[in-house]
């Protein structure tokens, strides 16, 4: 072909170069003219400086290099001096603490309401009078209460000293209101008690978490009863764990409980065995004590005699022993019906009847 | 004798110009320039460039035919420098060279 046979004469690389140049010169002025008719056509249409900013903006957005500021402008600490208007309260808060103190503020956070519960709660306790104690046994008995619970977590071990008999009991024989919430008791009771071990530690004064004013006879019995009792050295408390608390031994609770209670006393464990006995001692107290209440007319005269003789309430074990074992059976509704003493083979706690002011059966029985 | 060999040059490149556009070679080629072209930033250049024209002569009353004496100009200058500092020319010469003796042969 003719073509052919010119390419093949005139190939060199020189020549091919220039051609390429040539092509490749070609190419760009049609890109050129490309470009240009663009730009034309966005010229004309309008859209050609839309990508542009203004030059005000561009020197409001401009990169800030000075010291203490950021490429923006803004300073670093600016948000902490700067203080808000709580919506709620009017007050003015940091801006920093804003949100915290909204989340209480408006009672909506995860923290908020449990700080409200507990407060309620030590306020209620704080507040309540005799009157109110069904309240109370209220917030007692609540399960969900931030007190109670708190009540359940500190005591776990131990029987509830804040249980509605002994709260009752306590706000009977104290002088002051007693608050039954855990918090506030255990720094009340630990500083009485440790008056109270200053004074004379051989005496009532040994509480069990209860003050020392409200430890009658009759509420030593039952704690005795109920509880190991056992006087811990170095608190010269009793201990409040159940009657099988494996802390102290049985020789232990009846040395404490002789001591308290005369040397015939007897502890409840042994109550299996000697059922009879801690009966005998509950009639006979609890004879005793109806006698000096309401005159009881159910005793019979033996017992009547015998409890004569005392002339004290739930104290005089020893004297009463022989004869009140014949009347046993009899009596034995009695001791369930609203005595103060619990000592006796009644686990179950009674109701307490209002305890009569005798703060000087302990100096009669020595 | 010069002139017929002018004349076959010109014959040749005729003819290469001819082979290549019906190809279709030489649209593929020109996508390849642009994309280069603006890759190297050559594009941005000449907008720069014609964003200045404008604003001297005014929006309303820019032509065609001003924006292409201004810019074409400009835009083969720069391109040559760009394409050759930028990438190496080889890359299209040797395309073409190619092409061309697959073409040729």
Known sequence: MKMEEMSLSGLDNSKLEAIAQEIYADLVEDSCLGFCFEVHRAVKCGYFFLDDTDPDSMKDFEIVDQPGLDIFGQV???????ECVCPNCSRSIAASRFAPHLEKCLGMGRNSSRIANRRIANSNNMNKSESDQEDNDDINDNDWSYGSEKKGLWYLPFQNPNSPRRSKSLKHKNGFSVCTSASNTLPLLFSS?????NSDPFKYNNSTGISYETLGPEELRSLLTTQCGVISEHTKKMCTRSLRCPQ??????RAVRIYFLGPSAVLPEVESS????????TDSQALISRLQWDGSSDLSPSDSGSSKTS????WGLG???????????KKSHLSLVGTASGLGSNKKKKPKPPAPPTPSIYDDIN | MVVSKMNKDAQMRAAINQKLIETGERERLKELL?????????????????KEVIKEKGLEHVTVDDLVAEITPKGRVCSVFRYWTVHSNNELQIYFFRYLYLFLY
């Open chain 1, 76 to 82: 670093f600490n600016q948000w902490k001096s700067k």
């Open chain 1, 193 to 197: 008690s440790g008056e109270l071990s």
């Open chain 1, 248 to 253: 102290h031994t049985d020789e232990q609770r």
């Open chain 1, 274 to 281: 000697l059922d009879n006995d801690s009966f005998d001692m």
């Open chain 1, 311 to 314: 002339e004290n309430q739930g």
């Open chain 1, 319 to 329: 004297t009463n022993s022989s004869e009140s074992r014949k009347t046993k059976k």
């Open chain 2, 34 to 50: 642009r994309a280069k072209l603006i890759e190297c930033g050559w594009k941005d250049q000449l907008k720069a460039h014609c």
